[in-house]
């Protein structure tokens, strides 16, 4: 049996959308936002048991996928910081602030701890360039950011959940993951992406 890294075989992610969907195609999409709920990510199982399941083809479902930013195929981490790179940020700072929570959590933009909990990514522009530098964490927007607020925003992130907390040296522990690498870019609910 096919067994995915989260756990789940291609039959028991047919299984758990069964027990959600009606097998018809035009509920691909919710289906995929279902696993990515679930998942934190696609995993290759639930996208093979979502096209048995709607009776449609993986390339289609992978398709879909691929063209909103809101699907992953990759895990990510708990947490996203998302730093805006766009003109407005980047003349107010932007670029110093993700150099230094790229420091403070050992990871490179497009990276996740190897604890995953935190990812950080970039976007071109949040579209709030009048509160410039933005940094978003995961769903909550922070306008006018410096590096020691951004830095404050992380540490509080980690705090809320104490086992979260960067660890003294993340730098040694670092690594990028080959899902945070393909992972920049703006991040809205079904904002088609950019190819
Ligand atoms: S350039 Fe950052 S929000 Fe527009």
Redesign the pocket.
Known sequence: MKQGSNGHSTLQWRQKIAGKFEPLPQYLIPVLQFVQTEAGYLPPEAMTATAEYLRVSESKVYGVASFYAQFHFEPRGRHIITV???????VRG?AAILKDVEKKLGIPAGGTTPDMNFSIET???????A????VVADTTVHGRQSSSSTSRIVDRLASETPELEPKKNPAKRAKRTKAAASAAGGKKILKPKKH
Request: net charge positive.
């Open positions: 805006c790179r766009g003109t407005a940020c980047h932007s976007v071109a522009c949040f579209g709030s360039c509160l410039a530098p933005v």
